[in-house]
């Protein structure tokens, strides 16, 4: 028997098309995988600039990323949040989505991207990188400040 659909992918006031669900989610439960080709983050790299539009990046902590444009699922809408209700659990080449908080149905579903960027942060940076999740513990930017 097919288990009923528990996320959708749709049309996000916060940026782009976000992953919404569709159930109600408990937290600590695995929602999904983040998948894609498991590359390089040079190959991931020249793929964006040779592209137009979104790139679905996942960093993985051995240095390669998964490319979620690239056999990737639903997972690559998961947008960005400073409060997120989902975090990304890494399992060798894998990783997995799972839910931090009871998410509602017609809830988004946010991670934190944490994202590290090459060399000085400058303003251009921040405005490329800027968050608009609207949480009221927002930073106004998707890297990670530990890092910056």
């Given at each position: 028997?097919?288990?009923?659909?528990?996320?959708?992918?749709?049309?996000?006031?916060?940026?782009?098309?976000?992953?919404?669900?569709?159930?109600?989610?408990?937290?600590?439960?695995?929602?999904?995988?983040?998948?894609?080709?498991?590359?390089?983050?040079?190959?991931?790299?020249?793929?964006?600039?040779?592209?137009?539009?979104?790139?679905?990046?996942?960093?993985?902590?051995?240095?390669?990323?998964i490319d979620g444009s690239r056999g990737g699922n639903s997972a690559r809408f998961?947008?960005?949040?400073?409060?997120?209700?989902?975090?990304?659990?890494?399992?060798?080449?894998?990783?997995?989505?799972?839910?931090?908080?009871?998410?509602?149905?017609?809830?988004?579903?946010?991670?934190?991207?944490?994202?590290?960027?090459?060399?000085?942060?400058?303003?251009?940076?921040?405005?490329?990188?800027?968050?608009?999740?609207?949480?009221?513990?927002?930073?106004?930017?998707?890297?990670?400040?530990?890092?910056?």
């Amino acid at each position: 028997m097919r288990r009923p659909r528990r996320l959708s992918a749709r049309h996000s006031p916060v940026h782009g098309t976000g992953l919404f669900a569709l159930q109600p989610l408990k937290a600590g439960e695995r929602l999904l995988e983040y998948k894609g080709e498991v590359t390089s983050w040079r190959r991931a790299a020249a793929r964006q600039r040779s592209g137009a539009g979104h790139t679905f990046v996942f960093g993985l902590s051995d240095g390669r990323v998964i490319d979620g444009s690239r056999g990737g699922n639903s997972a690559r809408f998961l947008n960005h949040a400073c409060e997120p209700n989902c975090e990304a659990i890494e399992t060798g080449d894998r990783v997995f989505i799972h839910a931090l908080t009871a998410i509602n149905v017609g809830d988004e579903l946010f991670i934190d991207y944490g994202l590290v960027v090459d060399g000085e942060v400058t303003d251009d940076v921040r405005t490329q990188y800027a968050c608009h999740c609207g949480a009221s513990v927002c930073r106004q930017s998707m890297i990670d400040v530990t890092a910056a």
